[in-house]
């Protein structure tokens, strides 16, 4: 009788535990779902932040040039270097800026008759007024002076070569540059001759006073 008991309660059991085994499946399915969903939502949050990193790196890089350019803006106004403009307006002056130095062109037209190498009367107003610019926005700073020619050949002003009357009009502007207060220690010269010219012979024709830190 306890064994007919048993066999009657068996199938049951095995019902209950296939029943078991089923409700296991469905949560281990359910679980690996949700598992799978997020491991979906931090990848995408990953996406997002490494964007968003990105983006933060971005905007610091161009912070960081825009500050180096609002320094260089107040070093230079502390210097005067980016304020060309005061050569403004003095005859046969031009003004051109290349990172620290201020390159001062005066036209050698303005400056000195053909072949010669003394200053005109009339050019030493105007490298008055380029002398008082350095004195009060350059005080201390280098200067050099630079003689460029045309490539004509030298034939009757009696320099042996365009390099000679380049040098030697670059030093008569050093000259007049420090008999107005130019410390001719802080003055070089130097002499290109027709190696720079510009295009045309009257715009080679020229002296360059480059102003330096």
Same mark, same amino acid.
């Given at each position: ?11 049951? &059991?095995?019902?209950? #535990? ?11 399915? %359910? ?10 939502? %931090? ?33 230079? %106004? ?7 403009? &005061? ?19 005066? $036209? ?14 009339? $050019?030493?107003?105007? %490298?008055?007024? #380029?002398?008082? /610019? ?8 280098? /200067? ?70």
């Amino acid at each position: 009788m306890r064994m007919k008991h048993l066999l009657a309660v068996g199938p049951f &059991a095995l019902i209950a #535990v296939l029943a078991g085994c089923d409700s296991t499946t469905d949560k281990m399915s %359910l679980l690996e779902k949700e598992n799978s969903e997020l491991r979906d939502q %931090l990848s995408q949050r990953d996406q997002a932040l490494e964007a968003a990193n990105s983006d933060l790196r971005e905007a610091n890089r161009m912070m960081r040039e825009q500050e180096i350019m609002f320094d260089q803006e107040l070093t230079n %106004l502390a210097g005067g270097v980016s304020s060309p403009n &005061a050569f403004e307006g003095i005859e046969g002056v031009t003004t051109s800026v290349s990172g620290r130095e201020v390159t001062v062109t005066v $036209a050698s037209d303005v400056l000195f008759d053909s072949g010669r190498t003394s200053l005109k009367s009339n $050019a030493k107003n105007s %490298l008055n007024q #380029v002398a008082s /610019v350095i004195n009060s926005r350059y005080p201390g700073r280098s /200067v050099q002076v630079i003689g460029h020619t045309d490539s004509d050949p030298i034939r009757r002003s009696g320099h042996k070569s365009n390099y000679h009357l380049g040098f030697e009009r670059g030093f008569a502007v050093r000259e007049y540059l420090i008999s107005r207060g130019i410390d001719p220690s802080n003055i070089s010269i130097t002499s290109y001759g027709p190696d720079q010219s510009l295009g045309s012979k009257s715009k080679s024709r020229r002296v360059e006073i480059v102003v330096a830190e």
